[in-house]
């Protein structure tokens, strides 16, 4: 079997993996320099790196390494460790370098307007697979939209009903309505959705908060709200929709990387002990959406 065979099908079914190489080798040891080890994301393997106790150590590292989407490098010293003792003559020492194998990252763009139009070139340039949905064929078109891996005109229910979210998915609620915006929220919110990476909604902190109260009346769960990213980007007081597009791209990039600092929620902005409701910001403004 051959492993970048594998590799390239675990990619594009959207999976995750690890791969494991032995990248130094120095005295006796049960394997060759450069031998390969595939890990998938549910527990198998492809190809060996040897076997026996070292073999199961790289697996749960080729475990840890698809969760946190950092590589690392394992040293084995088979001359001094006696867990490492099988009765064999091996007794050197080798290095294995474990890196994850992870999807390319999709970015659902629902809306084709201004801000989507923008966030469709800057998220491409970031290495997004941007798919762009809207009901209106004159806004989603290859023409506008070039470089997409794919331009969907259609009703969004039509839309929705073939679209799954996973580990690997971003979306951005754009339209050009709240009816719709709230169709496409009540749809990302769903159990099935729950492992989307990103979820982001455009609109003035105001208009969130009315829809986060409508969803709440049809039972959909408060808890579900702390998965949404609304206001929308990063606070770099962002005005045009280039602008905009930017810090957009960046919260999604700083969620993708595991950025340390803390991002805003939806659900920072419904205080249930309070009837006030804050202003929008100016990256916030409902036309923006358009």
Known sequence: MDIYEEIVKLRSEGRRGAVATI????????SFRTAKMLVRDDGSISGTIGGGCVEAEVWQAAREAMEDE??????????????????????GTLDVFVEPILPPAALYIFGAGHVAY??????????????????RASYANRERFPDAQEVLAEDFDQVLSKLRL??????????????????????????????????????????????????????VAEKTFERIHSPIGLDIGAITPEEIAVAICAEMIAIRRHATSKLPHLSWFLNENTQQEPEATVHDKEVLGN
């Open 118 to 135: 923008s966030l469709y070139k800057v998220a491409t340039i970031a290495g997004f697979l941007v798919i762009v949905a809207d009901d």
């Open 166 to 219: 996973n580990s690997s998915s971003y979306a951005v609620i754009a339209t050009r309505g709240h009816k719709d915006d709230m169709r496409i929220l009540r749809w990302a919110l769903r159990p099935e959705q729950a492992e989307a990476r990103y979820i982001g909604m455009i609109g003035s902190r105001r208009k969130v908060i009315a829809i986060q109260k409508e969803l709440i009346k049809e039972e």
């Open 70 to 91: 950092k590589p690392r490098t394992l040293t084995f010293d088979l001359n001094h460790d006696p867990k490492y003792d099988t009765g064999l003559v091996c007794g």
């Open 23 to 30: 990248v130094n080798v120095r005295g006796s040891v049960p």
